[in-house]
């Protein structure tokens, strides 16, 4: 099982920028799907972004299209994503998570970061 350590959140204000990274340990990096999701205060967890074992598939939800990209760098088992035109309503913890299908489905995905806040302010 794949070990995830999330960083990089802050406070930023809105439209600004901030790029969240996730190191990997433990396991096959390049044979995992990558995720990102994120849960703000009373709400659930939600699908952010995902990126294929390769890199060469992504998917992003509806909210962060065209505004997130998720990328990754398997020399040195790490995931990013690049927030920019941050919004007010993007304030969450954002969590990593590895999986073996290429999902926004978070019960698919088996091993998750510790999560980093990020606090957009108006």
């Known amino acids: 099982q794949v070990q995830l350590v999330d960083s990089g959140g802050g406070l930023v204000q809105a439209g600004g920028s901030l790029r969240l990274s996730c190191a990997a340990s433990g396991g096959t990096f390049s044979g995992y799907i990558m995720g990102w999701f994120r849960q703000a205060p009373g709400k659930e967890r939600e699908f952010v972004a995902r990126v294929s074992g390769s890199g060469g598939l992504t998917s992003y939800a509806d909210s962060v299209k065209g505004r997130f990209t998720i990328s990754r760098d398997n020399a040195k088992n790490t995931v990013y994503l690049q927030m920019s035109s941050l919004k007010p309503e993007d304030t969450a913890v954002y969590y990593c998570?590895?999986?073996?299908?290429?999902?926004?489905?978070?019960?698919?995905?088996?091993?998750w970061g510790q999560g980093t806040q990020v606090t957009v302010s108006s």
């Open positions: 998570a590895a999986g073996k299908t290429f999902t926004s489905r978070a019960g698919a995905y088996g091993s």
